[in-house]
């Protein structure tokens, strides 16, 4: 399977991807963000279509990045001043720009396949531009984990002690909206706008199961995603080549992560039972 | 209802020469905008210790929340060791009640009170021995050195209030804002909190404590604040824990007692 280099890049990507969602998975787990995490990915979505009407395939990372970055402030912005609860806020900009971007996808004359591309990805057709994008962006979300991760943590479990010690919580919830705004960024080509949530929230939920400690959760996380995308791909593989089934890769690697997290949950369950 | 029968006396600083660990002046404090605790006058010195009371919806929480920067100042003025609000955040350190936590959260004691040490860490120095060992000093003061490693949610009510407690030492701050620690405690809980509080205000740590137990309030405290909507009567214990006081400010919840004390009952 890997003697195709196409099947490297994938590979190569989900590499990186793992790389970020294990540990950012764990902040949108210990936040509650799940329901922002996906509402980022859906409000992506127009900026990737803006993107593509205007550069064509080259125009999508940028229009994401815009999108996903404006979005992460206004919904911070939206919460924080209690304009609307979190919930109605989150649901109000979700439905919003999704429907802004179906409404921008469905001018075009090539209308299905380009909006399955969007909402699923291509995680096969990742070019080494994209991998450099992609690199390029787990760097810089790595490093502003290492920067924030005490105080997230911190946040997350007391907001008022973290406050008391002189934390922003504001800038800290904007900081964690962009850095998983960054993270939608950088997956959303390889896995789609609408699978990309399975990455934000999956490995961590499953690395629950296993361990009670945030760091062993980050670790966990990240070689459950990569194991799963090695798993996806080969599963997407076989299921094409050797059995003729039209399976998406980006489809069958969000599967996998479900499965680990179903297989999990008995000994997450059983963890749970034991006494201290 | 009548007004406030005192309007809060000023105790005695320990050193004339430093800042109160905690001034309020003509503060009132809220929530966007919206007043919901007003003419709050209070001083408390290094070493001393305030305690809060009031019925359910008081302001006692919101203003311990103004000085942690959760709720607003809305009017006047608010400085913890002379610095005022907002610049004064950080300064104080906080223990909420340990119930409004999420017990799920996957930390142990020991991660928990490592907060504390977070802001003298900084956001790029990773967690070195002495900060370790500062957490662990900190759990064996409230009892609990030997549950370090125990996940914060599987200890008892006690004792998260105890870790929280910890935190607080472990952060080395000069003022300390317990909201409610006492609740649904037990007694060798409370005891373990009431010590290390006794040990730390001996150090000149400032201690600023809500509770709905008055004899706890007159056993540990300086001063006494009464709030309900307002300062109803700050002072020493003896002068404030009266029944006309308590009457006036917890109104029909006041029942006294055949032996002249007063007995809150809470709806």
């Known amino acids: ?276 | 209802m009548a007004e406030p029968p005192s309007a809060g006396p000023v105790p005695a600083q320990r050193h004339a020469s430093q800042p109160a660990a905690l001034r309020i002046e003509a503060a009132g404090f809220g929530y966007r905008g919206t007043t919901v605790l007003r003419d709050v006058e209070l001083t408390v010195g290094e070493g001393q210790t305030l305690a809060l009371v009031g019925p359910n919806g008081a302001g006692k929480s919101t203003l311990i929340k103004s000085v942690t920067g959760l709720a607003d100042l809305v009017t006047g003025s608010v400085t913890v060791l002379g610095r005022a609000l907002p610049k004064a955040r950080g300064l104080a350190a906080y223990v909420p009640q340990a119930e409004t936590l999420d017990p799920d959260f996957p930390v142990s004691a020991a991660d928990v009170v490592l907060m504390g040490r977070y802001r003298r860490i900084g956001w790029w120095r990773p967690t070195g021995r002495a900060d370790r060992d500062a957490a662990l000093a900190a759990l064996d003061r409230v009892g609990l050195a030997d549950r370090a490693r125990t996940r914060f949610g599987l200890l008892s009510g006690g004792q998260r209030q105890r870790v929280l407690v910890a935190r607080a030492i472990a952060a080395e701050a000069r003022l300390l804002l317990l909201d409610e620690p006492l609740n649904g405690v037990d007694a060798t809980s409370q005891e373990r909190i009431l010590s290390a509080l006794g040990e730390l205000t001996a150090t000149g740590t400032a201690v600023v404590i809500s509770t709905h137990d008055l004899a706890v309030a007159a056993r540990i405290a300086d001063q006494v604040c009464v709030l309900n909507g307002r300062q109803w009567a700050a002072g020493a214990p003896r002068e404030v824990l009266t029944p006309e006081v308590l009457r006036e400010a917890y109104g029909n919840h006041a029942v006294d007692l055949p032996d002249g004390r007063t007995m809150l009952v809470e709806t």
């Open chain 1, 1 to 276: 399977m890997l003697e195709a280099p196409f099947m490297l890049r994938a590979l190569a990507e989900l590499t990186l991807l793992a790389l970020i969602c294990g540990p950012v998975s764990v902040f949108v787990f210990a936040r509650r963000l799940s329901f922002v995490a996906d509402a980022l990915t859906h409000t992506v979505f127009p900026g990737v279509v803006a993107g593509f009407l205007v550069s064509g395939a080259d125009g999508v990372f940028g229009g994401a990045l815009v999108a996903g970055l404006v979005t992460a402030v206004v919904l911070t912005l939206l919460t924080r001043g209690g304009l609307l609860s979190d919930d109605a806020a989150t649901a109000v900009v979700l439905t919003a720009l999704f429907s802004v971007g179906v409404a921008l996808v469905s001018r075009r004359s090539s209308y299905t396949s380009d909006l399955t591309a969007f909402l699923f990805g291509r995680l096969l057709t990742v070019t080494p531009g994209q991998l450099v994008e992609t690199a390029v962006l787990a760097v810089l979300t790595l490093t502003l984990v290492a920067i924030g991760a005490r105080a997230w943590v911190f946040r997350a479990f007391d907001v008022g002690g973290a406050a008391a010690a002189g934390y922003r919580i504001a800038r800290l919830d904007l900081a964690l909206n962009l850095v998983v705004a960054l993270v939608v960024v950088a997956a959303v080509r390889a896995v789609g706008t609408i699978l990309v949530v399975a990455l934000l929230i999956v490995p961590a939920a499953a690395a629950r199961m296993l361990t009670d400690r945030l760091i062993a959760m980050a670790a966990a996380g990240t070689v459950l995603t990569l194991l799963c995308g090695y798993a996806g791909l080969w599963l997407s593989w076989t299921a094409s080549v050797d059995h003729g089934v039209r399976l998406t890769s980006a489809t069958a690697v969000v599967l996998a992560l479900v499965l680990a997290y179903v297989l999990l949950l008995p000994v997450g369950l059983l963890r749970r039972r034991r006494p201290a």
